[in-house]
């Protein structure tokens, strides 16, 4: 069974319950891209397939390596390794403001003891233009 919602602003929302008379399951799966790669031949005929990688560093492109092994992947997750400040801090980075995320990854990058005022500035303007956009559909 699925429901299907029908909403506008401004409007009730509309449900339709709609019963399924065949599907696919939908599977789950996490590891590693050596360890996905070696289980791609069992997972293709798998149904459908939900995709956590295991990966140490994040870099882009992940998720359409494993849609190409997996073609039967419809979500792919990325977990990383929680991650603390050099100095120790068990802060979580989900705790972190964006202000704070983008000097750590300027420090990381290019090795300087902190982030110019100018550019900091600068990526709060930024933030803030994006943040307070209106979403488009």
Partial sequence: RVVLVDASPGKTARLESIALASGC?????????????????ELANDGFLKVTVKLETFRPGVADEVREMLPNAVDVQIELPERTDRAGDAQPLTALTPEDLFDRFYRAEYGDPGTPEDLLALFKKLYAEVAD???SA
């Fill in 133 to 135: 956009a209106p979403r």
């Fill in 25 to 41: 399951d939908l599977r789950e799966v996490k590891g590693t891209l050596v360890e996905l790669q070696k289980r791609a031949g």
